[in-house]
């Protein structure tokens, strides 16, 4: 299998003047991973600064509910309340030892731009963070963090004014800058090699759920679940139990107002095989090819692609993915609260409100000594405007 | 020798390209002549895409009224087999690869040598991952154009002048369409690169708007590439948008051939 593919997806679809800055990325990328210095780095920011390992908490109250045993993967209690940072930090490494001298990001929820805007602050980079109109509407709290963390927050008016847009946007910022430019994408979406590097980057979360589940369960789990827009922090918990068999991994995409209405981001229940920025993967489309508009009451879900490697997961039958609407989350989102005290963001609500549903989609019921693991990715402050005003609403 | 590349047989080439669709397929239909008979020698047909990311705000406001109108790559190549008569010079198709996925790859490349298509460019389809789309190509005696860019290193230049047909399209400056053309030094050390390795013709395209740049980048280069600025004034008024591609062409014209 060729390294840029996951199977018959992924690969590197741009124009010609990025290929020469994609293919000094997977060099500098390959190098940084044999650097004893730089994982030294690495793991001393995710230790020191990031607040690693994040816990693994078991949830009593919820498990009491669901009927089996569920623990809960704390990324909302990160540094900036989401898993977005495990990936700023190693990317903003790579970035000092390219000797870039400035960043761009895209960011739909805002997690990514914030996490960026942080590692910039950090190192020193001046950065740009590129976000839908529509976005910076629902995520107004995380867009102010970006400008006090010194990040121009720039509004994309094209299309549908989301992440999509954003991400068409900060393409063309790298495009016309790209000598010293650093393109910090946020997701394992894109072209070669970003899927790969923020995949392994999102790793650490796998890693760590693997050694504190066998020290409070005893064994692994059952079952892993993850949120899935283009795929971040389901690839990082989902890689390092990829070849356990017997660990079942369940990935839950935004079914928005329901699959059948048209309205949602249920990319990989809906789409087809297509070409989309920089990859070869599963696309929400219309018949001829154009991108279709997506919705989701969670901005980090509302993206009409998927990383290539999710494709491929759901093609060899290795991740079932399955999908959550609006209103399943935001119900998932109050039982959070009320239940185990914990605010989840919309996306991660999107993982939760999937325990009611695993036993069906896994074909076999679940019982009260099942071990099941889910991600919560980030924390909901950034979601409580979102929520009440819909909640507002007769 | 293919009809592509004979369209640099006597002189430097005007190539202009267009969003086909904008703001109908009618509108575009009735244009494609016009272009041709203002001095034309290859024209370049867009199609529009949700996403374009590698084009500027002038050519995505031009897909928007074109998806607006319903026009689709099938539509599109209808059109062109519809008019191809009445067009005198090449059609060179520049897309984005989504389209083509979405119709298969074969069935593009039959569609569109059956449409009159001289040449295919697809902006993010780099030669590493055309193997499908350059044999169904060869298979139906469509040309495939591929870009190089200023960031392109030597040995990637040989591997894309290997993979090219027709002609290659050097992008002036590191930036989307319609850019400001910066220098013209970025440009004569890219096309003598390319000439190194390749005998094809080398087009210059991206920021190239006015007669006087068209005239200067047309010295260095075997065909100029003018998009965006004739979109635009087309999109305010056809006539002003043909008297462009007149005075355009003829400052191209003008240049010295080898």
């Not at chain 1, 991400?167 to 946020?186: H, K, P, S």
């Amino acid at each position: 299998m060729n390294a840029s593919r996951f199977g018959d997806f992924g690969g590197r679809y741009v124009a010609e003047t990025l290929i020469p800055a994609l293919e000094e990325l997977e060099r500098a990328y390959a190098d940084s991973a044999k650097d004893r210095g730089f994982q030294t780095e690495l793991t001393r920011l995710l230790r020191t600064y990031v607040g690693r390992p994040t816990p693994l908490t078991f949830a009593a109250n919820l498990s009491r509910r669901a009927g089996f045993r569920v623990y809960l993967k704390r990324e909302d209690l990160a540094h900036t309340g989401a898993h977005k940072i495990n990936n700023g930090i190693g990317q903003a490494l790579l970035a000092r030892r390219m000797k870039k001298r400035r960043l761009i990001a895209e960011t739909g929820a805002g997690q990514h731009g914030v996490a960026t805007a942080t590692v910039a602050a950090l190192f020193g980079f001046p950065c740009d963070v590129y976000m839908g109109s529509e976005d910076i509407a629902r995520q107004a709290p995380n867009v102010s963090r970006m400008k006090l963390l010194g990040a121009r927050v720039i509004p994309v008016e094209a299309g549908t004014r989301t992440l999509k847009d954003a991400l068409n946007e900060a393409l063309r910022d790298w495009v016309t800058n790209v000598q010293g430019t650093y393109y910090l994408i946020g997701s394992v979406a894109g072209p070669h090699p970003y899927p790969t590097i923020v995949r392994d980057f999102q790793s650490v979360i796998g890693r760590e759920t693997r050694a504190q589940i066998r020290r409070a369960a005893g064994r692994l789990p059952d079952v892993v679940v993850a949120c899935v827009g283009g795929g971040s922090n389901a690839a990082g918990i989902f890689k390092p139990f990829e070849r356990e068999g017997r660990v079942r991994l369940v990935g839950v995409e935004a079914a928005g107002d329901g699959i059948s209405t048209g309205r949602h981001a249920a990319t990989l229940a809906e789409g087809r095989v297509g070409v989309f920025h920089g990859m070869r993967s599963v696309v929400l489309q219309d018949a001829d090819g154009q991108i279709r508009e997506t919705h989701s009451i969670s901005a980090g879900l509302d993206y009409p692609g998927v990383g290539p490697e999710h494709a491929f997961w759901k093609e060899s039958g290795r991740v079932t993915y399955i999908s959550a609407t609006d209103n399943e989350a935001l119900a998932a989102f109050h039982d959070l609260t009320r239940l185990e005290g914990i605010v989840p963001a919309l996306e991660s609500a999107h993982a939760l409100a999937a325990l009611p549903k695993l036993s069906r989609a896994l074909g076999h019921r679940l019982t009260r000594k099942s071990v099941v693991v889910v991600n919560v990715s980030g924390r909901g402050d950034k979601d409580l405007a979102t929520v009440l005003a819909r909640e507002a609403k007769p | 020798m293919n009809r592509v590349t004979t369209a640099f047989a006597n002189r430097k080439a005007f190539i202009v390209y267009i969003t086909a669709g904008d703001p109908t397929l009618d509108d575009t239909a009735r244009l494609l002549p016009a272009i041709a008979a203002a001095g034309a020698d290859i024209i370049e047909v867009g199609v529009p895409f949700s996403d374009p990311s590698a084009d500027g705000p002038v050519i995505q406001r031009a897909a928007e009224r074109a998806l607006a109108s319903g026009t689709t790559l099938r539509g599109v190549l209808d059109m062109l087999r519809r008019t191809r008569a009445q067009i005198s010079v090449p059609i060179l198709l520049f897309t984005y690869m989504n389209p083509i996925v979405a119709i298969g790859i074969d069935a593009f490349a039959s569609a569109a040598s059956a449409a009159g298509v001289d040449a295919v460019l697809v902006v993010d389809l780099p030669p590493e991952e055309a193997a499908d789309l350059d044999a169904a190509s060869a298979a139906r005696a469509l040309s495939r154009v591929y870009l190089v860019a200023p960031t392109t290193p030597p040995a990637r230049i040989r591997r894309i002048a290997r993979a090219s047909t027709g002609f290659i399209y050097f992008v002036s400056m590191t930036g989307i369409t319609g850019a400001n053309l910066g220098g013209l030094e970025p440009v004569e050390r890219g096309v003598a690169q390319i000439r190194k390795v390749s005998l094809l013709p080398v087009a210059v395209g991206f920021g190239v708007a006015t007669p006087d740049e068209a005239a200067r980048v047309a010295k260095t280069a075997d065909g100029v590439v003018v998009g965006s600025a004739i979109v635009r004034a087309l999109a305010e008024d056809a006539t002003r948008g043909l008297s462009l591609v007149r005075s355009l062409a003829s400052a191209v014209h003008r240049a010295p051939s080898k």
